[in-house]
């Protein structure tokens, strides 16, 4: 079954690249971080799915789906992300910088 989206849904992908010798901490932070971000995250209005995933090849994922843009670019202000999450990971050697990072909002044009 397809779950109904509003037309105006959004899918907000945040991509970073890391050395991936550094994937066991890597996968370590992000359960670490999912204990206070998760809460955050499902306080915030319009938020549809979350899903997070770290590769091997030395890159993860955080993909969410908002029911709108302006709900998608809460994400770029909530400071258990920015802040603390971002601090987390950069503890254990992720760069966040732009060769290494991006964010990315895509307006849902159809879904199977």
Known sequence: MVESLPPTAVVRVSRVTFDPGLFDEVVAADMKISEYLIPAIRSLPGLVHYFAGESPDGSFVHISIWDSEEHAEQMGRLKE????????????????????????????TWTI
């Open 81 to 108: 992300m920015i802040v603390t999450a971002r601090g987390d990971f950069t503890a254990v050697g992720v760069d966040f910088s732009p060769e290494h990072a991006s964010i990315v909002n895509y307006p849902i």
